[in-house]
């Protein structure tokens, strides 16, 4: 596999707790794509990221709504698309695309970290710099 060794590391720090520790969670999962099909189905993985992404987005649109975050269309379009992505990822691979699998694990770290860096990095200063207190899901 191409991204055996991508995983958390300080770099993706926001230093907002739990930002930081949701996004945790979404690389762990993510980068379980890169598993092999002997070690657990890739549909399996898949589910387990979907569900989590459907959360963690959600948690972060109601931040946005909640603080009154002025991008909050832009990331919150950001966070549909991909979503819309892995569900078609999904709905392919399990209907014989097994090449979409691997093109997802590829592709997903590198769409991570631009979102980290750029929408999720902005709401994380917003709300440090606010001081606006916010709770998980
Ligand atoms: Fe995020
Ligand atoms: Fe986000």
Request: charged fraction near 25%.
């Given at each position: 596999?191409?991204?055996?060794?991508?995983?958390?590391?300080?770099?993706?720090?926001?230093?907002h707790q739990l930002m930081d520790a949701?996004?945790?969670?979404?690389?762990?999962?993510?980068?379980?794509?890169?598993?092999?099909?002997?070690?657990?189905?890739?549909?399996?993985?898949?589910?387990?990221?979907?569900?989590?992404?459907?959360?963690?987005?959600?948690?972060?649109?109601?931040?946005?709504?909640?603080?009154?975050?002025?991008?909050?269309?832009?990331?919150?379009?950001?966070?549909?698309?991909?979503?819309?992505?892995?569900?078609?990822?999904?709905?392919?691979?399990?209907?014989?695309?097994?090449?979409?699998?691997?093109?997802?694990?590829?592709?997903?770290?590198?769409?991570?970290?631009?979102?980290?860096?750029?929408?999720?990095?902005?709401?994380?200063?917003?709300?440090?710099?606010?001081?606006?207190?916010?709770?998980?899901?």
């Amino acid at each position: 596999m191409t991204t055996p060794t991508w995983g958390w590391s300080e770099r993706l720090s926001l230093k907002h707790q739990l930002m930081d520790a949701t996004h945790q969670e979404f690389v762990t999962l993510c980068a379980a794509l890169a598993q092999s099909e002997e070690q657990s189905p890739f549909i399996d993985r898949l589910d387990a990221l979907i569900e989590h992404s459907i959360e963690h987005f959600e948690q972060e649109n109601r931040w946005m709504r909640d603080a009154g975050f002025p991008p909050a269309a832009c990331h919150q379009g950001e966070h549909d698309a991909v979503l819309q992505v892995m569900q078609e990822v999904r709905r392919r691979f399990a209907e014989g695309e097994r090449d979409l699998g691997e093109r997802l694990a590829e592709e997903l770290p590198l769409w991570f970290e631009h979102h980290v860096d750029t929408m999720d990095n902005m709401l994380a200063q917003y709300l440090i710099s606010n001081e606006i207190a916010v709770e998980a899901a």
